[in-house]
Structures are given as C-alpha cells and as structure tokens.
C-alpha cells in the first residue's frame, strides 16, 4: 500500500469573477492613461502578464488591433488577439504621451505595476489582477458564444484536440472578425 499514491481529484468550484460594474469601479480608481491602458489591454486581449509585459510595439498592428505575443511551449503557443475601442482610447493617448524610444509597450516598474491592481481592488471591492482579467476575458468570450477554440487560440494555448490543431481557421481575418462580432466590452 505504501508504493500506492492518490490519483488526482479534480476540483469542482466556481470562480468568483468580478462583475462588470466592479470592473468598472477598478477602471476608475486608476489615475493615469498609462494605467488605464494596462488594465484595459489585460482585460481585453486575455494575454498572460508576461506577455503583456515583455511585449514591444513592433508585436502590435495598430491598424488592426492585433496583438502576436511571443511564446512557444508545449502548452502555450504564442497566440493572435485583439483589444477592442475602449482600450485603443487609452493606449494611443499613453502612447503619445511619452518621449522615449524604447521600444516595450508598457513601460512600468514592479512598484507601480502593484499600485495599478492595489488601486482596482481597492475600488472594486474584489481583488483583480491581471490572472482575474484573464479568467474574466476567457469566461465573457465563452458568454458571448466565442467557441472554446478561438478563445485558446485568442489565450495563446496550445490546441488540445484533432479539430482545434487541424481543422480550426486561424487567418488574421477570419480571427478579427470572431473578435469583433463578440464585442466584448468592459466599460460600457
């Protein structure tokens, strides 16, 4: 019996997720376009923090609202998404405000990427951070009939199944367009 060890059991609990009006709540606690843009952009692309954080401007078409975040494992993939209107607002506005030429997207330091997650919660009344963001996205795409495979593809993971690897469009525009046609919204 020693050598025997407990298979696993999955967990079966629903997530809390924020609700809209406490998303919109976090949005505006935040005080900077800098700010809001992050926010916005985690909430809408569905990417992972690292990815976000270590994307450039060369990784985004702004034209199109495309985002290439680069990742490759074997369960994730660098996936293709989109951020909607209310985040391009505050990007381009962050964008034109600075005076640099690095070429990261975000710009922002440890301590001031905290505060931004710190000042949301604080005013939502529901801890958000950028994994809560994700789930929210993964979650409202499921709700607004987004199938399951476009939403791993938008979230960078690796397909699972046969249909998913093989049989799933994932041209540019026939993405943009399922994107677009969900209109997924977090302020309005």
Known sequence: MNGFKHGHVPSNYERLLPTKEQLKKGFEALDTDKEKAIYLF?????????????????????????VKAKHDTRTKRAGVTFYNEECEVYLKKYLASRNDNNPKLFRIGYRQFQNIWKKASKAAKFKITPQVLRKWHSTMLGELMVPDRYVDIFQGRAPKNVLAKHYTGKRLERLKRIYEKANLKVLT
């Not at 692309?45 to 401007?57: C, P, W």
Request: aromatic share 8%; hydrophobic share 35%; with cysteine.
């Open 42 to 66: 985690f909430a809408t692309t569905g990417l992972r923090r690292s990815e976000v954080l270590n994307l450039t401007i060369d990784d985004v078409d702004f034209e199109t609202r495309c």
